[in-house]
């Protein structure tokens, strides 16, 4: 069974500042991906970066950087320059060869100017 | 490229009442996938379609949730009776083909409100 934690309800941050937000999975799957998504107020998920349990390198994607320790198999989520817009809800997510999704309970993330 | 398209964006029914929910996928995207996310949780998933076959739809509530992708495009989920707990967010997603590396794209969600 796969299990996605993360253990920031919410989080507040200055804006133009770094925030970091955890994620720690937990599969016996030996292939397996990593995702982040925003949610907005608006309520879609939108997809801002993935890392391949494979991958050599971090992924990075703009602002975004992901932090894979895969023998302490986290995947924090590092956002750069906070903007006013990155205010969301965040969630981590992993996918492996079963094809599901399995999302953690996410991070609020509020951006104050 | 258009996104994935969801409709309608919310409705409120009473409890024991039915409700239908569509979605489009982007187009090409072989995989569609059905999440229920209460409020405050992560979405779960509920069905996973692979063109117009069920791959997976063991949290599927069989005795009043059913979905259905005849054409292998668009598909629609449907509740029969609602329940109180049914109040949640209706995802819809789509991704290529299914793997562990493969984005899923969401859609806006449908806000299901049961009184």
């Known amino acids: 069974a796969q299990k996605i934690t993360q253990t920031q309800p919410g989080m507040f941050v200055q804006e133009k500042e770094a925030v970091t937000l955890d994620c720690t999975y937990d599969t016996s799957d030996p292939s397996y991906g990593l995702f982040w998504y925003k949610q907005p107020s608006s309520g879609e998920m939108i997809f801002l970066i993935y890392q391949g349990s494979y991958d050599q390198q971090n992924a990075t994607e703009g602002r975004y950087s992901l932090n894979f320790q895969k023998a302490r198999k986290s995947a924090n989520l590092v956002i750069s320059a906070s903007q006013l817009g990155d205010s969301a809800m965040y969630f981590c997510?992993?996918?492996?060869?079963?094809?599901?999704?399995?999302f953690g309970a996410g991070t609020t993330v509020t951006v104050r100017a | 490229e258009a996104g994935v398209a969801q409709s309608p964006r919310y409705k409120i029914i009473e409890k024991r009442q039915s409700v239908a929910f569509w979605c489009n996928p982007i187009s090409g995207h072989a995989t569609l996938y059905w999440y229920q996310q209460i409020l405050g949780q992560g979405p779960k998933l509920l069905i996973q379609f692979q063109n117009n076959g069920v791959v997976d739809d063991s949290q599927l509530p069989k005795d009043r949730f059913s979905a259905e992708r005849l054409k292998g495009v668009d598909s629609t989920l449907k509740i029969q009776p609602a329940k109180l707990e049914d109040s949640a967010v209706y995802l819809c997603?789509?991704?290529?083909?299914?793997?562990?590396?493969?984005?899923?794209?969401f859609g806006p969600g449908t806000r299901l409100t049961v009184l």
């Open positions: 997603a789509s991704s290529p083909d299914p793997g562990s590396a493969d984005t899923q794209y």
């Open positions: 997510a992993m996918g492996s060869n079963d094809y599901k999704l399995s």
